[in-house]
């Protein structure tokens, strides 16, 4: 008799069959079922547990690690990785399943069977997450703008009349937060624009600022930044940095800081015949942005696409700072200023200006529309401040004067030594010297001070005698060596 043939038996055969000659079997039935149906109220109750995360049944990561797993039937559960390379296989594979169903001897699993093969997989608990603190911003816990600058005074130099219109925009605009709709005078925001050259403070005036109000910073560069459907950055990832800072907590997000330094790389391109992708289509892109709007945001990634979750991040509330060296504007601002005649009465040299240092401090938003600012992107800009080119004397302060100052920085590192580290005078001024004629600000201390420290950091630990380390004008010029005092010795000599 083949498998495909049966028999039709009687009803009450059947029934007599089944009760007399095997009475047991019933009973051995109804036992298994009420094991298997224990097990399975068991394993439900597994799954279903919220304490305890799923498996993935192929590469057996838990639900932490592959993100929100896939329920199929039998309680099997499959991350959407796996899923989707089994989805891969079927759909770029070279085996056609068609013709699979009909070759003999291959035959298809079914899914009820693997409920037997699943071996027991030990249970991951899951991590207790921690509440988030979030605390509204309270008019009265805003520090005055005299008390931001004098914050601002202990880690930036000079820059006296930046560090003022910063902590004046900033108190203003977190009022501004606070209040909210309290009546029905809506207040502006104080977005703002700094220009200075490299070096001068820029960036770091931002991030003290951002420290001593303790508030989400993002520092993005528009550099990257390209119009929609462009290889690059999109507009909305300068929003969702913030957001990663803010640890993906909108609500935290939305009363932040986003400092979007090189500002003047997406200036208008003058005689361009091809597509402005990366100038004046990103400005118009940003006034959404910079105005206060919901801006749909990529979380976690740079780009918008398929794969990547979006959130909805309202800009109302974001304080934006845009930075930006802005060179060959002093030759803008050089022109409109030589205008006059330079014949006559009230005439006017025309190198009158070729010297003055301060000439980027008369910059006018004509100006900048000249260099290749939209007046649309400006007028959202409302606060426009220079920082002023960084001069000698600025250079020495800004070596031993601040909170952080770089040679307090090595006097610790030797003092872990038990070796005391000096400067005299001679030899700040010799690496203000040196750091002027690289001409990229303030930068050019640390490069200065980590090529003649190199010696010394390498040498002192070899001597346990030494007590004292200092640094002259004649070691920074090449002409000589620092003075070493060993330890106990009040007689210098020179090393």
């Known amino acids: 008799m083949s498998d495909k043939d049966f ?26 079922s009420a094991e298997n149906g224990k097990d ?26 592959t993100g929100k797993m896939i ?38 699993f079914n899914m009820s069977d693997l409920e037997n093969m699943q071996p027991k997989a030990q249970k991951i608990k899951k991590k207790k997450e921690k509440p988030k603190e979030f605390h509204q911003i309270n008019i009265k816990d805003i520090p005055a703008p005299h008390k931001i600058k004098a914050k601002l005074d202990e880690y930036v130099v000079g820059q006296e009349y930046a560090k003022k219109a910063m902590s004046v925009a900033v108190y203003n605009h977190y ?60 507009i909305e990832s300068v929003v969702s940095k913030l957001l990663a800072a803010a640890d993906n907590d909108v609500e935290k997000a939305e009363q932040g800081i986003i400092f979007i330094d090189e500002i003047d790389k997406i200036a208008k391109k003058h005689n361009s015949n091809q597509r402005d992708v990366s100038g004046e289509s990103v400005q118009q892109g940003m ?59 009230n005439s006017e040299l025309k190198d009158m ?3 003055d240092k301060d000439l ?19 007028g959202r800009l409302p606060i426009i401040f220079t920082l002023k080119p960084l001069d000698k004397d600025m250079m020495v302060k800004i070596l031993k004067e601040p909170r952080n100052a770089i040679l307090k920085q090595y006097q610790k590192l030797l003092a872990l030594d038990e070796v005391k580290l000096d400067f005299d005078q001679g030899a700040l001024e010799a690496i203000a010297e040196k750091a002027m004629e ?44 620092p003075i070493i005092r060993l330890r106990g010795q009040e007689v210098p000599r020179l090393g």
Do not use: W
């Open 7 to 32: 028999i039709l038996m009687d009803e009450e055969d059947k029934e007599n069959n089944g009760q007399d000659d095997h009475p047991e079997t019933g009973e051995m039935q109804e036992v298994v």
């Open 40 to 65: 399975t109220a068991e394993d439900k109750d597994d799954k279903d547990d919220p304490h305890y995360e799923k498996i993935c049944f192929i590469c057996h990561r838990p639900e932490s690690v």
């Open 71 to 108: 329920d199929l039937p039998n309680n099997i559960t499959v991350c959407p990785d796996c899923m989707q390379r089994s989805f891969d296989a079927v759909t770029n594979g070279s085996v056609d399943l068609n013709r699979l169903m009909n070759m003999p001897g291959v035959q298809f």
């Open 175 to 234: 009022k501004r937060v606070a209040t909210g709709t309290m009546d029905d005078i809506e207040i502006e925001k104080s977005n703002m624009l700094m220009i200075g050259p490299t070096g001068s403070g820029k960036t770091y005036l931002v991030k003290t600022l951002a420290r001593l109000l303790d508030v989400p910073l993002a520092i993005t560069d528009a550099t990257s930044l390209t119009e929609a459907g462009y290889i690059g950055d999109d």
């Open 287 to 345: 006034l959404k942005l910079l105005e206060g709007s919901d801006v749909e945001v990529p979380v976690g990634a740079n780009s918008k696409n398929a794969m990547v979750p979006l959130t909805t991040v309202n800009t109302k509330n974001i304080l934006f700072i845009c930075g930006g060296a802005f060179p060959d504007l002093e030759e803008i601002i050089k022109e409109r200023l030589q205008k006059k005649t330079s014949m006559g009465f």
């Open 353 to 355: 200006f070729e010297n």
């Open 360 to 378: 980027l401090s008369k910059v006018t938003v004509e100006d900048l529309r000249k260099f290749g600012m939209i007046p649309e992107f400006l």
């Open 438 to 481: 690289k001409d990229t600000g303030a930068r050019a201390l640390r490069a200065i001070i980590e090529e003649f420290m190199l010696d010394i950091m390498y040498e002192i630990p070899k001597d346990d005698s030494i007590g004292e380390v200092v640094i002259t004008r004649e070691y920074i010029e090449g002409t000589g060596g």
